[in-house]
């Protein structure tokens, strides 16, 4: 409460999967009649875990799994949630938000969380109405619609194109598979994943992905889409890239990457690059009353960068960071002492897929046997390759000291070689001996140190699972879960917390 006794008036505009943080984390203060909070959210779904949207795309996830909030729990104790409708205005200078409908709420401090979309590469055929929907069987995958789409053509046995063969398009085309949709997986260059993956790991990977029964479709510069006449009028038939060839399917999924949702904020004057700057306590840069979190925030230095053209940074595009800083603003706002704010550590970059492990992070390693310019220090560069069996290892190092790696089908090598990265420790001078972590005879895994991070997305070390289930009496991963947020992000922890969980009981995993 301020000190007239009055409510902080907090608006939070998005609420995705950062902006449900933040409101959790706000309850407290709520409750206490310290804040009055008003929720604006353009989507007309109840909010929804984002980062599963592919499984439930293809049918390996339901609604419900998906489910983050209740807005009528929220409701209930006092929050106002205006979902189904869009912040279309701030209006600085009256410190208030009017919506699409005209209705304007007034704020004392105003949280942007309006997150991303995604990015539609120009095509020619391709038509963008102006609800932003695209022709008819073509969509991205980044809202619930979207994926209703996709889930509606997975259960017809239609075919389906994926363009774009970063993380997430290998992730969709994998779940697809598995589905039986038929995946053929377009992608401009020679390999997937070409901004982490060297071209070893790259066509162990294409080979791993054949198996899993995608097609891969290299060398596509994508130009144009061919359209057929449907009961919807003009609809997606097949990709045209600009060598002529063309790729049918009955569906066409955009997956090029995306772009933070800017405009409410640049709209307003407020200062933005890549995303909407914000400095480390996540306040404008541009106005003291307004702060951004998640897929849209740019966090720089204003004392450092203010003049620079090119603001470095960005946003992670990740949810843990979004999560990370939700919880710190709330903190924050909620008159707590603000937590410290930690540097996110280096970014590593992982496939989410059951039967297919690639993992990467910093300087795409390159090829060893490169000729070095002289009086230029040869780079350090150990490879390790058995595409027959996919597995592979690439690492560059300097000093001893790992400045990024590539490792496909080798769990145990990746999960070393991620901790080891990330604490920018000094590898075994015998790099051989992180391929015996996934020899058949070291299935066992090793016990996981206390303060190695097992869910990534929440950041959840070894040691707090552990207190879960010895301390809280947690005895299952949904327990585990529910107790601690571990493998709630993106989930890929689960199996690993299943491990550790057996390992403590004494069991097999
Ligand atoms: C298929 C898929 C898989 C992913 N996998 C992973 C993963 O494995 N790991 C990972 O870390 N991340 C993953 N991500 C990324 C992750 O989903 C995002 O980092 C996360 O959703 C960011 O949350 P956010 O709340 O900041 O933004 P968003 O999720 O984009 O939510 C923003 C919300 O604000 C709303 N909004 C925007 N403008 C307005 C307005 N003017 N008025 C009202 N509401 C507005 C939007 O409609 C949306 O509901 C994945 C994303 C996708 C699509």
């Known amino acids: 409460m301020r000190g007239d006794e009055t409510p902080l008036r907090v608006v939070l505009v998005g609420f995705g999967p950062v902006g449900v943080r933040f409101a959790e984390e706000l309850l407290p203060a709520v409750d206490a009649g310290r804040v009055a909070l008003t929720i604006v959210g353009d989507e007309p779904d109840d909010p929804y875990n984002r980062v ?14 998906l489910r983050i909030a209740d807005p009528r729990t929220l409701a209930g104790r006092g929050v106002r949630v205006l979902a189904g409708r869009a912040a279309a205005r701030i209006l600085r200078e009256a410190r208030e938000v009017e919506l699409d409908d005209g209705m304007r709420v007034a704020y004392d401090r105003l949280v ?8 539609v590469p120009r095509l020619d055929g391709l038509e963008r109405a102006a609800d932003g929907s695209l022709t008819h069987g073509v969509c991205a995958l980044r809202t619930m619609a979207d994926a209703d789409r996709v889930r509606d053509v997975v259960a017809s046995g239609g075919r389906v194109v994926v363009l774009g063969a970063g993380v997430l398009g290998i992730e969709l085309a994998l779940l697809l598979a598995r589905a039986g949709a038929d995946p053929q997986l377009a992608h401009f260059g020679p390999g997937p994943m070409p901004r982490s993956l060297d071209r070893g790991a790259a066509s ?3 080979g791993a992905l054949e198996r899993a029964g995608v097609s891969i479709v290299p060398h596509t510069r994508a130009e144009a889409i061919l359209t057929r006449e449907s009961a919807d009028g003009r609809a997606f038939r097949a990709l045209v890239s600009s060598d002529g060839r063309t790729i049918e399917g009955d569906l066409l999924v955009l997956s090029c990457g995306v772009r933070p949702r800017t405009a409410l904020a640049s709209d307003a004057g407020l200062r933005t690059a890549r995303g909407i700057l914000v400095d480390a306590e996540l306040r404008s840069w541009s106005d003291p009353n307004v702060f951004a979190i998640g897929d849209v925030a740019h966090v720089a230095d204003p004392s450092h960068h203010a003049h620079d053209r090119d603001v470095p940074g960005g946003p992670s595009g990740l949810v843990g960071p979004g999560w990370r800083q939700a919880e710190r603003l709330a903190r924050a706002f909620a008159g707590g002492e603000p937590a410290p704010l930690h540097d996110e550590p280096p970014g590593i970059v992982s496939l989410k897929a059951d039967d297919i492990d690639v993992v990467a992070a910093g300087t795409v390693p390159g090829d060893p046997f490169a000729p070095v310019p002289r009086g230029e220090p040869a780079p350090e560069i150990a490879v390790w390759a058995d595409p ?7 690492i560059a190092t300097t000093d001893g000291v790992l400045d990024g790696f590539a490792a496909v089908g080798m769990p145990r090598a990746a999960a070393e070689l991620s901790l080891l990265y990330q604490r920018r420790a000094e590898l075994p001078s015998d790099r051989s001996l992180l391929l015996r972590l996934d020899a058949a005879d070291a299935l066992v895994p090793r016990p996981a140190g206390r303060d190695e991070t097992v869910c990534v997305c929440n950041a ?5 699972v552990e207190d879960a289930v010895r301390e809280d009496g947690c005895e299952s991963v949904e327990e585990i879960a529910a107790c601690t947020r571990a493998g709630t992000g993106c989930g890929g922890c689960r199996a690993r917390i299943a491990e550790m969980l057996a390992e403590w009981q004494g069991q097999p995993a």
């Open 112 to 119: 942007l969380a309006t997150g991303a979309d995604a990015t």
């Open 204 to 206: 162990v990977l294409v």
């Open 460 to 464: 959840v070390t070894a040691g707090r």
């Open 388 to 394: 027959r069996h996919g597995t592979y290892v690439s």
């Open 52 to 65: 599963l949207l592919a499984e439930y795309a293809t049918g390996h996830a339901d609604r419900d799994g």
